[in-house]
């Protein structure tokens, strides 16, 4: 009997340990350490490069970035914003980069009149800039025939 | 002679009041009239301005669906609905001029507005997107026309600090201003959307695929 007693004293008493020991462990998950019913800290929004002169490329195909912010710049099937100093009979008037010929190609590398539909969406591959640390190490270097270096 | 003038004026009821107007008046004397004149008036005037005012805000405007479900939606998302300071320019800042002859003429257009409101002529989207190109075409030639008098209100050339400016904003704006053109050269599309703008710059619009 006084056994049994102890034995069940011992159980609570394990059972009880054990659930304090998961409350003292908040959960972890995606978010971090931060409970459910808290709010996590907010990272500050990065703001686009304003307006700067274009970015050197770091390898042969890389599309080139762009160097300005592009807010409320509409892509669409009506107009391209970018286009309207991008394009070939704007780019001298804008002084912008002109885009390249192989803009004008469809898939059976046809040359058409105008851009061609896959290239049409420019931020597909060109993407603005915001002054960020990357968030993994990356230890990529161009080559020396992009960078000119010896 | 004067009877066959009244005799004319039986058949007439306009000619009867210019009759009547044409009298001097014989029971009320020149300060009551002058007082009476000078208040209704100031009543008149008072109440012209006050409803031409009413028909000159925003909530006015998007009272037409035709307003409210196309231009306004779009309007929303552009920086003079939305920006860092808060200051607005809401729909009659751009579209009404400010002076007070050059509004009266606006205003007596816009009755062409009132005849497509009750002819229906832009009241689905379908409709509004056919008639989007001929829509934005009269707002820029007018824009032309007056150099675009509406954006300088608030935007002055001359006020324009290029220094505070990005690198593609200095070059436009000096050599824009050498070259003697307007805002909306090129600052087309900047509250709306802008229509299909194959016709206008093949160069920017995929035009048919």
């Known amino acids: 009997m006084m056994m049994k007693k102890i034995t069940i004293i011992l159980a609570l008493l394990a059972t009880a340990g054990f659930g304090t020991q998961v409350n003292a462990e908040p959960v972890k998950s995606l978010r971090g350490a931060t409970d459910i019913d808290q709010d996590s800290s907010v990272a500050a929004a990065k703001k686009y490069n304003k307006d700067n002169m274009p970015i050197e490329r770091d390898y042969v195909q890389q599309p080139p970035l762009i160097p300005h912010q592009i807010k409320n710049y509409r892509i669409n099937i009506k107009s391209n914003k970018c286009m309207s100093c991008h394009s070939w009979s704007n780019y001298r008037k804008s002084g912008a980069t002109k885009i390249s010929q192989t803009h004008f190609e469809n898939r059976d590398e046809q040359v058409l ?11 597909q591959c060109h993407v603005p800039q915001v002054d960020a640390e990357p968030l ?13 270096a010896k | 002679m004067s009877n066959k003038k009244s005799k004319e004026c039986n058949d007439m009821i306009l ?3 210019w009759q009547l107007l044409k009298k001097p008046s ?6 009551t009239l002058l007082i009476v004149g000078f208040i209704s008036g100031i009543i008149f005037w008072g109440g012209f301005n006050t409803a031409m005012e009413m028909t000159n805000n925003e909530e006015f405007c998007i009272s037409c669906h035709e307003m409210e479900d196309n231009v306004y939606q779009e309007y929303k998302e552009t920086i003079h609905y939305s920006n ?20 009266v003429v606006r205003k ?17 989207r379908e409709k509004f997107e056919g008639k989007r190109l001929t829509l934005a075409k009269h707002v820029w030639e007018a ?23 990005g690198r593609r904003a200095v070059k436009a704006h000096s050599e824009g201003l050498d070259a003697g053109g307007t805002c909306i050269d ?7 959307e802008l229509p299909d703008m194959h016709e206008v710059d093949p160069g920017s619009s995929i035009g048919d695929i």
């Open chain 1, 113 to 123: 009149a105008n851009v061609s539909a896959r290239r049409y969406f420019c931020t």
């Open chain 1, 136 to 148: 993994v190490e990356n230890v990529f270097q161009p080559v020396d025939s992009i960078t000119g």
């Open chain 2, 15 to 17: 000619c009867r009041i």
């Open chain 2, 26 to 31: 014989v029971s009320y004397s020149l300060g």
């Open chain 2, 84 to 103: 860092r300071t808060g200051v607005r320019a809401t729909c009659p800042d751009c579209h009404v001029p400010k002076e007070w002859h050059h509004k």
């Open chain 2, 108 to 124: 007596i257009q816009a009755s062409n507005e009132l005849l497509h409101k009750a002819l229906g002529t832009i009241d689905t």
């Open chain 2, 143 to 165: 824009m032309e026309k007056t150099d675009s008098r509406e954006c300088r209100n608030c935007h002055n050339f001359e006020f324009m600090d290029f220094t505070e400016q």
């Open chain 2, 186 to 192: 090129c600052h087309k599309g900047i509250a709306h």
